[in-house]
């Protein structure tokens, strides 16, 4: 096994829509983790993927028309171009159709069988298909008729079937001892506390095969019964790394160093995942991250809510670095958060253009503007820089244990701290002054910056790893990528001699968005998601739409639904269109007034009778309703 591993994992998602924002998040915590431990010199392995089977999968695809495995085929694509625009380095993204997995399921269940911890059984009880959960009776919330799922707050379904189960009230007192001796299994600490709490009301065997669907994993020895998703999908986790497959692999990665989720889908992770895995032998992860939700107006954003957010229109407007440090900054780990597009541009100019790039831009042309490269160490440091170094060097330390504890948006906040203190530094010496009345001192006060900005860009790479890698080679900082970083900046990065270049804005400030276009932002992010059903703008516009006056118009013979109208279109003449409104209107409703009609369709005849447009009306369970204007306009008007 190896000594300086990290293995670090993200949920798998169902893949019933393109990733949103909520997706990102717990994937983005995944890789600023694993870029820290990169930077730490460990050896990393991130795994990432999709959960496709089971009955919520099936029924969208029964929904979209097509088999289970083309529907979530479909979305691969989505889930993995996100993960690149947004830098997501993953070492393998895992699907739970992939065969590997498929085989490594059935032996893990095989041994469960043969070892006496699974039994057939019936459960009759209730279903929640969004979760897919098996709602167990203490945890019925009950509207009236309904049993609500307490996870989702959905209505569930009443199920009775033949199941296999898992004897997980045998695990019950071992996990409460796993528990006990490994306090700080879960970051925050208090959902530990939430889920022993969960473990000591008794726990009930769980469900571990489905009857009454067929998309999953056959069930080993009765193929009458599909495995249940989650007892499918946690062993991702396993099978990623080669359970069943690659036994060496297994060893080198296992046990998970980090798992990160979210505060929904805590009890699988924290209570069957660590039976299942007490069941196979092996060993427990080390840590689960478990994050809150991202909200939009206090709701969590979800695909079924329909209030996701794009990210890929995000990253669009301001940039995948900018979003990548609002989301790590600002969503607190701990707690749920709002996301406001206000904060995110709130961001971008006071932190990140301001703070952050102003530092560089303002040391950097400076010290070009009085022909200074070249950087230094000083023979010997002032007082005021010794602190600032000092600071530097705590700095490290403690965001280097936050991050180890996962509390990286903490992290990041104890970097801006010192962000803060350089600033203050630099303004308080004064250099513009410094390099017209001493040039030693000039000299010193733009090195301690300088070497400021290597620890600040090195640190905050795991966050923003394109625009740092920027501004450190703006700043002629080696990468020491095989060594542990955190060591090279507190002993050596401040006797290093380097040469600065002109660097370009790093960050550039926006134009903060109305609060009246932040809704309309937002609507636009949702129609992006949706694309592929919605008409484009542009196609929208080759509709030629007019205002048109009935001239004249007459009965069809022999047709009871046809009525003939002269219309005229202004400029574009006299027309004769044909529409089928006979049942709800006279020739004499018509005559004299005004309609809408699409004036560019291409002429056909019905009856035999040549049309060149079309009248536009609204229909409902009463009839027909016409389109008019509503007050008179000149003929031939465009309407749009
Ligand atoms: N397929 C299961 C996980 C199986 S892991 C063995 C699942 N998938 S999911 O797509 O619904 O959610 C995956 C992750 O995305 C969860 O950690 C969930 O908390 C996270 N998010 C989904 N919406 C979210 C927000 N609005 N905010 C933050 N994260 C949320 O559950």
Same mark, same amino acid.
């Given at each position: 096994?190896?000594?300086?591993k990290f293995?670090? =994992?993200?949920?798998i998602?169902? !893949?019933?829509?393109?990733?949103?924002?909520?997706?990102? $998040?717990?994937?983005?915590?995944?890789?600023?983790?694993?870029?820290?431990h990169?930077?730490?010199g460990q050896?990393?392995f991130?795994?990432?993927?999709?959960?496709?089977?089971?009955?919520?999968i099936?029924?969208?695809? &029964?929904?979209a028309?097509k088999?289970?495995?083309?529907?979530?085929?479909?979305?691969?694509?989505?889930?993995?171009?996100?993960?690149?625009?947004?830098?997501?380095?993953?070492?393998?993204?895992?699907?739970?159709?992939?065969?590997?997995?498929?085989?490594?399921?059935?032996?893990?269940?095989?041994?469960?069988?043969?070892?006496?911890?699974?039994?057939?059984?019936?459960?009759?009880?209730? $279903?929640?298909?969004?979760?897919e959960?098996?709602?167990?009776?203490?945890?019925?919330?009950?509207?009236?008729?309904d049993?609500?799922?307490p996870?989702?707050g959905?209505a569930?379904?009443?199920? /009775?079937?033949e199941?296999y189960?898992? %004897?997980?009230?045998?695990?019950?007192?071992?996990l409460?001892?796993?528990?006990?001796?490994?306090?700080?299994f879960?970051t925050p600490?208090?959902?530990?506390?939430e889920?022993?709490?969960?473990?000591?009301?008794?726990?009930?065997?769980?469900?571990?095969?489905?009857?009454?669907i067929?998309w999953?994993?056959?069930f080993?020895?009765?193929?009458?019964?599909?495995?249940?998703?989650?007892a499918?999908?946690?062993?991702?986790?396993?099978?990623?790394i080669?359970?069943?497959?690659?036994?060496?692999?297994?060893?080198?990665w296992?046990?998970?160093?980090?798992?990160?989720?979210?505060k929904?889908?805590?009890?699988?992770?924290?209570i069957?995942?660590?039976?299942?895995?007490?069941?196979?032998g092996?060993?427990?992860? %080390?840590?689960?991250?478990?994050?809150?939700?991202?909200?939009?107006?206090?709701?969590?954003?979800s695909?079924?809510?329909?209030n996701?957010?794009?990210?890929?229109q995000? #990253? *669009? *407007?301001?940039?995948v670095?900018e979003?990548?440090? $609002?989301?790590?900054?600002k969503m607190?780990i =701990?707690?749920?958060?709002e996301?406001?597009?206000?904060?995110?541009?709130?961001?971008?100019?006071?932190?990140?253009?301001?703070?952050?790039?102003?530092?560089? *831009?303002?040391? /950097?042309t400076?010290?070009?503007?009085?022909?200074?490269?070249m950087?230094?160490?000083?023979?010997?440091?002032?007082?005021?820089?010794?602190?600032l170094?000092?600071?530097?060097?705590t700095m490290?330390?403690?965001?280097? %244990?936050?991050?180890e504890?996962? $509390?990286?948006?903490?992290?990041?906040n104890?970097?801006?701290?010192?962000?803060?203190?350089?600033?203050?530094?630099?303004?308080?010496?004064?250099?513009?002054?410094?390099a017209?009345?001493n040039?030693d001192?000039?000299?010193?006060?733009?090195?301690?910056? !300088?070497?400021?900005?290597?620890s600040?860009g090195?640190?905050?790479?795991?966050?923003?790893?394109?625009?740092m &890698?920027?501004?450190l080679?703006?700043?002629?900082?080696?990468?020491h990528?095989?060594?542990d970083?955190?060591?090279?900046l507190?002993k050596?990065?401040?006797?290093?001699?380097?040469t600065?270049?002109?660097?370009?804005?790093?960050?550039?400030?926006?134009?903060?968005?109305?609060?009246?276009?932040?809704? &309309?932002? %937002?609507?636009?992010?949702?129609?992006?998601?949706?694309?592929e059903?919605?008409?484009?703008? &542009?196609?929208?516009l080759?509709?030629?739409?007019? !205002?048109?006056?009935?001239?004249?118009c007459?009965e069809?013979?022999?047709?009871?639904k046809?009525?003939?109208m002269?219309?005229?279109?202004?400029?574009?003449?006299?027309r004769?269109?044909?529409a089928?409104?006979?049942?709800?209107?006279?020739?004499?409703?018509l !005559?004299?007034?005004?309609?809408?009609?699409?004036?560019?369709?291409k002429?056909?005849?019905m009856m035999?009778?040549?049309?060149?447009?079309?009248m536009?009306?609204?229909?409902d #369970?009463?009839g027909?309703?016409?389109?008019?204007?509503?007050?008179?306009?000149?003929?031939?008007?465009k309407?749009?």
């Amino acid at each position: 096994m190896k000594k300086n591993k990290f293995y670090v =994992t993200t949920p798998i998602y169902y !893949v019933t829509a393109a990733p949103h924002l909520g997706s990102l $998040y717990s994937t983005l915590l995944a890789d600023v983790s694993a870029r820290y431990h990169q930077l730490a010199g460990q050896d990393v392995f991130f795994l990432t993927g999709t959960d496709e089977h089971g009955q919520k999968i099936a029924q969208a695809a &029964e929904k979209a028309g097509k088999q289970p495995q083309e529907f979530v085929d479909g979305f691969i694509p989505s889930y993995q171009e996100m993960w690149k625009r947004y830098n997501i380095a993953y070492s393998k993204f895992i699907r739970t159709t992939d065969q590997e997995h498929i085989v490594g399921v059935q032996q893990w269940l095989q041994r469960l069988i043969d070892q006496g911890d699974v039994y057939k059984d019936f459960y009759k009880g209730f $279903y929640c298909t969004p979760c897919e959960t098996f709602v167990t009776e203490k945890d019925q919330d009950k509207q009236g008729a309904d049993v609500m799922c307490p996870s989702c707050g959905r209505a569930t379904t009443e199920v /009775s079937e033949e199941c296999y189960f898992f %004897k997980l009230s045998a695990y019950q007192d071992k996990l409460l001892q796993f528990f006990e001796q490994h306090p700080d299994f879960i970051t925050p600490k208090e959902r530990l506390q939430e889920v022993i709490s969960f473990v000591k009301e008794g726990l009930k065997d769980l469900s571990i095969s489905r009857k009454t669907i067929t998309w999953g994993i056959p069930f080993p020895g009765d193929n009458t019964h599909v495995t249940y998703v989650w007892a499918d999908a946690l062993n991702n986790y396993l099978t990623g790394i080669g359970y069943g497959t690659n036994e060496a692999s297994l060893h080198t990665w296992w046990p998970a160093d980090l798992q990160i989720l979210g505060k929904d889908i805590v009890r699988f992770h924290a209570i069957y995942w660590p039976a299942f895995l007490m069941a196979s032998g092996l060993k427990l992860p %080390k840590k689960l991250l478990v994050h809150g939700w991202i909200k939009v107006d206090d709701r969590k954003m979800s695909k079924s809510l329909g209030n996701a957010v794009d990210p890929k229109q995000l #990253a *669009n *407007n301001y940039g995948v670095d900018e979003i990548r440090y $609002y989301l790590t900054r600002k969503m607190a780990i =701990t707690q749920d958060s709002e996301f406001r597009i206000s904060d995110i541009e709130q961001s971008i100019n006071s932190e990140l253009a301001n703070d952050l790039g102003n530092l560089l *831009n303002r040391c /950097s042309t400076l010290a070009l503007k009085n022909n200074l490269s070249m950087i230094e160490p000083p023979k010997q440091w002032s007082d005021k820089s010794k602190v600032l170094h000092q600071e530097c060097i705590t700095m490290i330390q403690e965001s280097r %244990k936050l991050v180890e504890q996962g $509390y990286l948006y903490r992290a990041v906040n104890r970097i801006w701290e010192y962000i803060n203190k350089a600033n203050a530094y630099f303004h308080e010496q004064e250099p513009w002054k410094q390099a017209r009345s001493n040039q030693d001192e000039f000299a010193e006060t733009i090195a301690a910056t !300088v070497y400021s900005l290597h620890s600040i860009g090195a640190m905050l790479w795991p966050v923003m790893p394109t625009k740092m &890698e920027l501004m450190l080679s703006s700043l002629g900082f080696e990468w020491h990528k095989s060594d542990d970083m955190f060591v090279h900046l507190q002993k050596s990065a401040w006797t290093v001699s380097c040469t600065i270049k002109k660097i370009e804005t790093l960050f550039q400030k926006i134009e903060i968005t109305k609060e009246s276009n932040v809704e &309309e932002t %937002k609507v636009e992010q949702k129609i992006e998601e949706k694309k592929e059903s919605y008409l484009q703008f &542009e196609d929208f516009l080759k509709v030629d739409m007019r !205002v048109g006056t009935i001239t004249a118009c007459d009965e069809i013979e022999g047709s009871d639904k046809l009525l003939k109208m002269q219309v005229d279109f202004g400029d574009l003449g006299q027309r004769q269109i044909l529409a089928g409104i006979k049942k709800s209107f006279t020739p004499d409703d018509l !005559v004299g007034t005004q309609g809408i009609f699409v004036v560019n369709l291409k002429p056909r005849k019905m009856m035999g009778i040549p049309s060149e447009g079309m009248m536009l009306v609204a229909s409902d #369970a009463q009839g027909l309703q016409r389109m008019i204007p509503a007050g008179d306009i000149t003929p031939g008007s465009k309407v749009g």
